[in-house]
């Protein structure tokens, strides 16, 4: 992967950014996603943001050797912390971090937020409490992929504030878009965690070792909500 070639996943990330989109890629790593959107047309400025030296020098070093250090801005800093008023950002995109991670970032720097600006997220993991942090600031989910490269599932979710939403606890742990549209990587994903639950759920069984009730009983409920999604019934709390 480089800054011409980006992976499958980031090219997913890239579909999703708006034409003519200011963009803050934060968590650039390489910055690869921010200089192909740049030299593909698609975006007419970027803040490229790492909180760590190292991928920010190989940021810098892509940018530079890309001649599109006019264009692209590549910062130090914490997280939202790399967005200033005078970038108009109008669409930012955290790629490749747990969910949780997504949502502490968004969640530390919402003065940073203006509303105005389209989240392109892309979790490793930790997928439903990043959209409960959505749901309760009002941000409506308004597209969602499930895509497996190099033997990992990884979700993408796209996110735009609009007024007061409301999401099930299984559309939380499911996405309630791809729990409509049902496609073959979603229905993989979740067959293949549903083996792991079980796994789980036999071996606390065997185990010696006490486990938490509360514990075993959400495991449970959460192998109960897959088997239901992908038989086609009804999830009931």
Not at 3 to 10: A, P, V, W
């Amino acid at each position: 992967m480089n800054e011409q070639t980006l992976s499958m996943r980031l090219e997913r990330v890239a579909a999703q950014v708006p034409a003519g989109a200011r963009l803050a890629d934060i968590g650039s790593d390489h910055g690869y996603l921010p200089v192909a959107l740049m030299r593909r047309g698609v975006i007419t400025a970027a803040v490229a943001g790492e909180v760590a030296l190292t991928p920010f020098c190989s940021a810098e070093r892509t940018v530079r050797e890309s001649g599109l250090d006019q264009r692209i801005t590549v910062r130090l800093a914490d997280g939202l912390a790399a967005i200033e008023p005078g970038d108009r950002i109008t669409a930012i995109s955290l790629c490749g971090m747990g969910g949780e991670t997504i949502r502490d970032i968004l969640d530390s720097g919402k003065a940073r937020l203006n509303g105005q600006e389209r989240l392109i997220l892309q979790p490793n993991g930790g997928e439903q409490p990043l959209r409960e942090w959505l749901m309760n600031h009002d941000y409506r989910i308004l597209y969602e992929e499930v895509l497996r490269e190099n033997r990992f599932d990884y979700e993408i979710i796209v996110a735009e504030r609009d007024g007061p939403v409301m999401y099930s606890a299984e559309e939380l742990y499911f996405g309630p878009l791809q729990m409509q549209a049902r496609s073959p990587a979603f229905l993989l994903k979740w067959q293949r965690l549903l083996r792991l639950k079980h796994k789980t759920l036999e071996h606390v069984a065997r185990a010696r070792q006490s486990v938490p009730e509360e514990k075993v009983r959400d495991i449970a409920r959460q192998a109960r909500w897959i088997s239901e999604l992908l038989n086609g019934t009804q999830c009931l709390t």
